[in-house]
């Protein structure tokens, strides 16, 4: 089971940027996908962005235009590129890889924009 630990996440205020970073204890060049995932309080953990082996991306539509996710298959990293964050990026971000019979889950990093 491969280890995922985020990085990155802080206080910043609406229009601020901030980088994500998701380091992986194992290779990932052979993991299909993985994503960004965020939950914020008394909300569901939701889709943020998430990126194939191919380097194929989509995105949530509250973000598209503001956030860009990245791999490194080098480094074992998957990147979240944030601009123009809003109060409403305010939550718990979580990366995920997408492995053969289950999802593996980091720890999450917490994010708060403030207004």
């Known amino acids: 089971q491969v280890r995922l630990v985020e990085s990155g996440g802080g206080l910043v205020q609406a229009g601020g940027s901030l980088r994500l970073s998701c380091a992986a204890s194992?290779?990932?060049?052979?993991?299909?996908?993985m994503g960004w995932y965020r939950q914020a309080p008394g909300k569901q953990r939701e889709l943020v962005a998430r990126?194939?082996?191919?380097?194929?991306?989509d995105y949530a539509d509250s973000v598209k235009g503001r956030f860009t996710i990245s791999r490194d298959n080098a480094k074992n990293t998957v990147y979240l590129q944030m601009n123009s964050l809003k109060p409403e990026d305010t939550a718990v971000y979580y990366c995920?890889?997408?492995?053969?019979?289950?999802?593996?889950w980091g720890q999450g990093t917490q994010v708060t924009v403030s207004s």
């Open positions: 194992a290779s990932i060049s052979r993991i299909n996908r």
């Open positions: 990126i194939t082996s191919d380097g194929s991306t």
């Open positions: 995920a890889a997408d492995l053969t019979y289950t999802r593996a």
